[in-house]
């Protein structure tokens, strides 16, 4: 087991990605991954949804969207509810997500987001997006957001997700989140993200165009197939 581990993190260490630049979409693509997907928030304004589903560049076409939600114990993306409707209407595949502050009390902020999100199967796990220490101590950061996570789990029934960025994962969180799929933001870089563990979603850009956007969009690819996709979707 030692030994496949060490390999897989040799494999993210030393594989380079080769980014295949795309007109249409204005960034390049890693020309690895077969499954593309983009995140919003209230910041790309109105969205219309029918035109991002449609929009095709070669092979890239966008099959999946994660959508900000809540933050904190009461924020709530006031284009969510619109967003996760219309998002949903066009067959894209969709997941919510919360932007945490460990600050804060992480039951009241999982009730705010249980609160403005319903799942439905076919729709992606609920994503915590931590991000931020707040100048909180690594046993605090941990012991809030694995309340988070276990509460909202409980609440769904599924496991949820982490979002967040590889220097934040090996300072702050670490091994003892090995069990949640890890949706990783890592930029601009010509090598995988290398948390020290496999990854399900890489973030790799935060300027791509999409029609029926007006404001550049994060860019996304899925670490599988589809069927690996669906899998990971609420039965």
Same mark, same amino acid.
Request: with cysteine; net charge negative.
């Given at each position: 087991?030692?030994?496949?581990?060490?390999?897989?993190?040799?494999?993210?260490?030393?594989?380079?990605?080769?980014?295949?630049?795309?007109?249409?979409?204005?960034?390049?693509?890693?020309?690895?991954?077969?499954?593309?997907?983009?995140?919003?928030?209230?910041?790309?304004?109105?969205?219309?949804?029918?035109?991002?589903?449609?929009?095709?560049?070669?092979?890239?076409?966008?099959?999946?969207?994660?959508?900000?939600?809540?933050?904190?114990?009461?924020?709530?993306?006031?284009?969510?509810?619109?967003?996760?409707?219309?998002?949903?209407?066009?067959?894209?595949?969709?997941?919510?997500?919360?932007?945490?502050?460990?600050?804060?009390?992480?039951?009241?902020?999982?009730?705010?987001?249980?609160? #403005?999100?319903?799942?439905?199967? /076919?729709?992606?796990? *609920? =994503?915590?997006?931590?991000?931020?220490?707040? &100048?909180?101590? %690594?046993?605090?950061?941990?012991?809030?957001?694995?309340?988070?996570?276990?509460?909202?789990?409980?609440?769904?029934?599924?496991?949820?997700?982490?979002?967040?960025?590889?220097?934040?994962?090996?300072?702050?969180?670490?091994?003892?989140?090995?069990?949640?799929?890890?949706?990783?933001?890592?930029?601009?870089?010509?090598?995988?993200?290398?948390?020290?563990?496999?990854?399900?979603?890489?973030?790799?850009? #935060?300027?791509?165009?999409?029609? /029926?956007?007006?404001? *550049? =969009?994060?860019?996304?690819?899925?670490?599988? &197939?589809?069927? %690996?996709?669906?899998?990971?979707?609420?039965?």
């Amino acid at each position: 087991m030692l030994a496949v581990a060490f390999g897989c993190w040799l494999y993210y260490l030393h594989h380079e990605v080769r980014f295949v630049y795309t007109d249409a979409f204005g960034i390049g693509i890693p020309s690895d991954f077969s499954i593309q997907g983009i995140d919003i928030s209230r910041y790309q304004g109105h969205i219309d949804w029918g035109q991002v589903r449609a929009m095709h560049a070669d092979t890239v076409h966008i099959s999946f969207v994660f959508i900000k939600a809540t933050e904190g114990i009461s924020g709530q993306d006031g284009r969510f509810r619109q967003n996760w409707i219309s998002a949903r209407k066009t067959g894209l595949i969709c997941g919510a997500y919360h932007f945490f502050y460990s600050t804060r009390d992480p039951i009241l902020q999982a009730k705010n987001f249980e609160d #403005q999100v319903h799942l439905n199967p /076919g729709d992606l796990p *609920p =994503v915590l997006d931590i991000e931020v220490s707040n &100048d909180q101590p %690594d046993s605090a950061i941990r012991s809030s957001a694995m309340s988070w996570l276990r509460e909202i789990q409980k609440h769904y029934g599924v496991t949820p997700m982490i979002y967040t960025n590889v220097r934040f994962y090996d300072r702050h969180l670490g091994p003892e989140f090995d069990r949640y799929p890890l949706w990783v933001s890592h930029f601009f870089a010509a090598w995988l993200p290398n948390p020290g563990r496999q990854w399900t979603f890489w973030q790799h850009s #935060q300027g791509g165009h999409v029609n /029926g956007i007006s404001a *550049p =969009v994060d860019f996304n690819v899925f670490n599988g &197939d589809s069927l %690996d996709l669906r899998n990971l979707c609420l039965p």
